[in-house]
């Protein structure tokens, strides 16, 4: 059975693959109900009426629950935001797999200098809340950045970055228990 992306995020929160009636059940949980909300805009956003509907609504929820994730910004399947509250992605950032945001993180935009441009954020990525992530830098896959990171540099897979200004450990098990039900 070929499961939905909006199945796959919702695995990463329970481990269990869920009918669309469990999904709606689970929708009481601001984080995952937002992100049934991102995924429907992404999957109709070009349709006139009902691209322009859940537009809409998805701007309602940006609003009222601190997120500011457009339905532009390329997200891989898995995706899971470990806590409510406010949330900085520009729209030209991708995001991987199986990657885990929690609240206050910024994946922002640089606007000059040899880093301009956004971040490319890999596959099996945890970021801690309020970490900072900025400019035209890629960061590997299994890669964790700790809570109150500054990152404005290439980070290499298989690595743990903390502190401001951001230092890196090479770390193999990196994401080990961080990143949980994989998809």
């Not at 601001?30 to 701007?59: A, E, S």
């Not at 629950?65 to 399947?77: S, W």
């Not at 640089?110 to 960061?139: F, H, T, Y």
Request: hydrophobic fraction near 35%.
């Amino acid at each position: 059975m070929g499961y939905t992306q909006i199945q796959k995020d919702f695995y990463r929160e329970s481990g269990k693959w869920l009918s669309s009636f469990e999904i709606w059940k689970k929708c009481i949980n601001p984080n995952l109900h937002f992100i049934y909300i991102l995924r429907k805009t992404q999957k109709h956003g070009r349709k006139p009426v009902l691209g322009l509907f859940w537009k809409l609504v998805l701007r309602h929820y940006q609003i009222k629950y601190g997120y500011q994730i457009y339905p532009e910004t390329e997200i891989g399947e898995g995706f899971y935001l470990g806590h409510w509250g406010s949330l900085v992605i520009n729209p030209k950032t991708k995001i991987g797999r199986n990657c885990n945001i929690a609240q206050g993180v910024i994946l922002g935009q640089q606007n000059r200098g040899k880093l301009q441009g956004v971040p490319v954020i890999g596959d099996e990525v945890w970021i801690g809340a309020n970490a900072v992530i900025v400019g035209g830098i890629s960061i590997g896959n299994n890669v964790l950045i700790a809570p109150n990171s500054y990152v404005n540099f290439d980070v290499p897979a298989n690595s743990v970055v903390v502190g401001n200004p951001g230092v890196i450990s090479p770390n193999e098990r990196a994401t080990e228990a961080y990143i949980n039900h994989k998809v």
